[in-house]
């Protein structure tokens, strides 16, 4: 099979165990966003266990305001719906539990990935993939969360470059660092497996190994940035991350501030 071939759910669903969590594979070719899509359909009702995936994107949303670009054909943009009793205060573990999926399906593939809090993964100090987390919630606790992961699989350094400009030199794609197309139904399969692993893992034994897998992938720690906080930019050490999931910074002068999720520039 060409790893370019179309992405299919019959070929993702035949790689997910008989048991898996995913009940609802919904596939479609062009949408303004799978995030989007899925909002809707948890607000009519969808149930846990509700995954869309897209051919492409045309309004695909990043963090912190961004866009995500998202061509047709080539890449994977998938948004998964979870139903937990979480507190909402809890929700940011989601991104780490979409991070390290990423993470492991990467893995099987051959680079070792980094993870750049919340939740770039790097292969190479590039950028392949990010995730978006969008919550609603009924007073303090989660409704449902949609955890929508972008990946770049097979598009070109070129189109990347063109896309993102000045920016499109941190990012790269998977097929770029293996010198080979990837093939996305198998790459699809392998997260989805994945997140269902590290969200049972959540469910059953709670934050702690979810942010020791964690910080075994992540860059930050120890690394000196500039980040960006209620408009005012400050220099700082990275301390880590605390068990809610926020980067904690110690700036130069004062007292360490902890970060939601706002940019960070790393300096050395
Ligand atoms: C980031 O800025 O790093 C997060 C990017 C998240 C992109 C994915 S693609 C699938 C889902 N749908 C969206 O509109 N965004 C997320």
Not at 138 to 164: E, F, K, P, Q
Not at 235 to 260: A, K, Q, T
Request: overall charge neutral; aromatic content about 6%.
């Amino acid at each position: 099979m060409n790893a370019t071939d179309a992405l299919s759910v019959e070929a993702i669903r035949g790689r997910l165990g008989a048991d898996t969590a995913w009940r609802e594979v919904c596939l479609f070719g062009e949408v303004p966003s799978t995030n989007h899509v899925l909002a809707q359909l948890a607000r009519s009702g969808a149930r846990a266990g509700t995954v869309v995936l897209a051919e492409g994107q045309t309004e695909g949303r990043g963090r912190c305001g961004r866009t995500w670009f998202s061509p047709s054909g080539v890449n994977l943009y998938v948004s998964a719906l979870f139903r937990e009793a979480l507190a909402a205060s809890d929700a940011p573990l989601f991104s780490f539990i979409a991070s390290l999926a990423v993470a492991d399906a990467v893995r099987e593939l051959g680079p070792d990935p980094a993870i750049k809090w919340p939740n770039d993964v790097l292969v190479g100090g590039k950028k392949v993939a990010g995730a978006l987390i969008e919550c609603a919630t009924r007073g303090v606790l989660v409704d449902y969360l949609i955890v929508g992961v972008g990946v770049n699989v097979n598009v070109s350094l070129a189109a990347l470059h063109a896309a993102l400009g000045p920016a499109g030199t941190a990012a790269t794609s998977l097929a770029e660092v293996l010198g080979r197309e990837v093939d996305r139904n198998a790459l699809a399969a392998s997260y989805l497996s994945h997140i269902e692993a590290w969200a049972r893992r959540f469910r059953t034994e709670g934050a702690a190994p979810i942010l020791a897998a964690w910080r075994d992938r992540d860059i930050l720690t120890g690394r000196r940035v500039e980040a960006r906080r209620d408009g005012e930019r400050f220099d700082g050490r990275v301390l880590g991350v605390n068990r809610s999931g926020h980067l904690v910074i110690r700036p130069l002068s004062g007292e360490p501030r902890e970060m939601l999720a706002e940019e960070i520039r790393v300096l050395d």
